[in-house]
Structure formats: structure tokens, C-alpha cells
């Protein structure tokens, strides 16, 4: 059984560089048809799909948010990591690592993501930008 579990500062300044990372055990981040991705959930609203990096090291990212997000992974420690720059407090959030499990890929209309297709989550951290 995979789990995952983020971690990383609970509070940020705005304009600075928020930094998460999700260490992944039971399972390799580098194994065939998964995508390891981050979620993230603003108070009083819906969940938010940031990105996802694959098991090939390629990258995937909200249109919305791409500018701002960097996915990368480390595979010596079976980690993979979210960089979010220039944070505003309309980032706080409760942000979670998930694996994908049917990635539907990018297009020039976005990304499709199914909820229903994230097989394995972390228990989310909160992140809070204020000065």
C-alpha cells in the first residue's frame, strides 16, 4: 500500500517561494502509468489540480498556475517536490501530494483530471501566506 506524506513550512511570506515536498513509500515514484501530482484546497472552496510530474520525469501544470509552479523529483529519495514562486495569501491553502492513477494528459484546452482517478493521497498540510 503506497503512502505519501507532504511536508514543508506551514507559513510563507507573500512575494517568496513556497517549497513542499512528498515523500512516497510502498511504492517507487518511478514505476510504470502513475502520476504524481499536487492538489490543493483555498478555505470555503473546491479542490485545485497544480500539477503532476510522471513516472518518466516529464511535467504537467495548470495553465492557470504554470508560470508560478515547478514540479520536480528526487529519485534517490523517492520524493517528489512543489515550488510555488511569488505567493499571494490567495495561495493559502491545504495542499496534498496524490498519485494519479489515470492521467488523461494536456491539451490546448488544459489538463484533464478525474478525482476519482487519484488512488492515493497524503493528508494534506496547511500553508498559510501572511506577513
Known amino acids: 500500500q503506497v503512502q505519501l506524506q507532504e511536508s514543508g513550512p506551514g507559513l510563507v511570506k507573500p512575494s517568496q517561494t513556497l517549497s513542499l515536498t512528498c515523500t512516497v513509500s510502498?511504492?517507487?515514484?518511478?514505476?510504470?502509468?502513475?502520476?504524481w501530482s499536487w492538489i490543493r484546497q483555498p478555505p470555503g472552496k473546491g479542490l485545485e489540480w497544480m500539477g503532476a510530474i510522471a513516472n518518466s520525469g516529464s511535467t504537467f501544470y495548470n495553465p492557470s498556475l504554470k508560470s508560478r509552479t515547478t514540479i520536480s523529483r528526487d529519485t534517490s529519495k523517492n520524493q517528489f517536490t512543489l515550488r510555488l514562486t511569488s505567493v499571494t495569501p490567495e495561495d493559502t491553502a491545504v495542499y496534498y501530494c496524490a498519485r494519479d492513477d489515470r492521467f488523461k494528459g494536456c491539451s490546448g484546452y488544459g489538463c484533464s483530471v478525474d478525482w476519482p482517478d487519484f488512488g492515493s493521497w497524503g493528508q494534506g498540510t496547511q500553508v498559510t501566506v501572511s506577513s
Open positions: 510502498g511504492g517507487s515514484i518511478t514505476s510504470n502509468y502513475y502520476y
